[in-house]
């Protein structure tokens, strides 16, 4: 095999934009995907369908690949760790996948590494989140599952102990665990992105603010406007997380500024990240060509800005259904942005795509970025 076959557990929107990536080297992307109607699917040339909890279906589908990386982290580590022992090359390993898999698991051992985290406690009782509570700086207090949460869904900021206990009785309900945790008096949120090679070898990306709407990554703002003190402490507690789980391939850490500057580490997913959607045309190599290349062992990308400011805002489906396939021609008279459709169909709170524009000043760009996303939801401002 003169070129490589990566197979990409997961037929989101990830995998559809690693397509992308995949095409210029003439690597073969292959992809697992669950239905025939997911991102990747609809785009792809190498498809199976087939589900990430099925041990038959992986190992059919590793045995067909020469890496296997992954679109999400939902495949059970259990599965991920008896393909690795038979043979199969996993990239980023299910050891290092197991951080992004369990949110508490990865606070603990964070913890333990001396990287700073929130103060945080497993909670199974209303008594325990009180007492959480009060040794805490009092409600509202952050409640979440360890496991299976995105977009805020797995996350509950409760203000009394009423609202500890339906939280927990809906945990009881799904069989989730769950732990408190401090709330964060936030300055902003920021992210990092560092693509790892199997030796070590390493590259990360300038740090990205994120903006959070209802618990969901709604806009990100390259560079982050913060201290470029905080921004090379953020970047350096990237660059030793990733050598502590020794990941491959995009991995990106989601950290919280507290006010006064503090950096406390949020939570890390080990694959291309809702926060590096701006690389693709805002920087020099995007974190989908640099994952194929740090789970291929081949050397990395340069991680440089392609302009003084690169904004990207979701396109979050809205309340009155718009449709951004049928919008799609009016964002696209908007100079310079360039628009990213994930092909799914509209429903509210739904990440359908994304915008990015890039130029000299933040304010400027963020405008057009934003107005293209109004339009595609058929929300103009
Ligand atoms: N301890 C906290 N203090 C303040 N805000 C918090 C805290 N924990 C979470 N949040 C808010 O909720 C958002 C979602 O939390 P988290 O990243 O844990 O959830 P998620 O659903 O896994 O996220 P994602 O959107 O990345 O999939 C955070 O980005 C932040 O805005
Ligand atoms: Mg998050």
Redesign the pocket.
């Known amino acids: 095999m003169v070129t490589p076959r990566v197979g990409m557990v997961g037929g989101g929107q990830l995998a559809r934009m690693t397509y992308q990536a995949a095409i210029p080297f003439g690597v073969t992307l292959r992809v697992l995907a669950e239905r025939a109607d997911d991102g990747a699917a609809l785009v792809g040339g190498d498809v199976e369908i087939g589900s990430h909890t099925d041990l038959e279906a992986l190992r059919r589908f590793a045995s067909g690949c020469d890496v296997v990386t992954f679109d999400h982290e939902l495949a059970p580590p259990e599965l991920l760790t008896q393909l690795e022992a038979e043979g199969h090359v996993l990239r980023p390993s299910p050891a290092a996948m197991r951080f992004a898999q369990d949110?508490l698991w990865q606070r603990d051992r964070f913890g333990a590494l001396g990287l700073p985290v929130?103060a945080h406690a497993r909670v199974a009782t209303v008594e325990e989140v009180e007492a959480f509570a009060r040794a805490n700086g009092g409600w509202p207090t952050?409640m979440?599952a360890a496991r299976g949460?995105?977009?805020?869904?797995?996350?509950w900021?409760v203000r009394s102990p009423e609202e500890a206990a339906a939280v927990l009785a809906e945990g009881a309900r799904g069989g989730l665990t769950l732990f408190a945790?401090?709330?964060?008096d936030?300055e902003r949120?920021v992210a990092v992105l560092i693509a790892r090679r199997p030796g070590g070898q390493s590259v990360v990306y300038p740090v990205v603010e994120?903006v959070?709407e209802n618990?969901?990554?709604r806009e990100l703002v390259a560079p982050a406007p913060i201290d470029p003190v905080v921004a090379a402490h953020a970047r350096n507690i990237a660059e030793r997380i990733s050598d502590a789980i020794d990941v491959t391939g995009i991995m990106a850490v989601?950290l919280?500024v507290a006010r006064g500057g503090v950096v406390l580490v949020?939570?890390i997913?080990t694959r291309p990240h809702?926060s590096g959607h701006h690389t693709i045309e805002g920087c020099v190599t995007s974190q989908f060509e640099n994952h194929l290349r740090g789970v291929l062992d081949w050397p990395l990308g340069s991680t440089a800005a392609m302009a003084p400011a690169v904004v990207t805002v979701n396109v979050v489906g809205g309340p009155s259904g718009g449709d951004p396939r049928a919008n799609l021609p009016a964002a696209l008279a908007i100079p310079g942005v360039h628009v990213h459709l994930y092909g799914k169909g509209p429903r509210p709170g739904r990440k359908l795509g994304h915008v990015t524009a890039l130029g000299a000043d933040a304010g400027e760009v963020r405008e057009r970025a934003d107005r293209a996303a109004a339009i595609l939801v058929g929300e103009p401002a």
Do not use: H, I, S, W
């Open positions: 949110k929130p952050v979440k949460g995105y977009d805020g869904r797995g996350v900021a945790e401090a709330t964060v936030l949120e994120t959070q618990g969901m990554c989601e919280f949020n939570e997913a809702n």
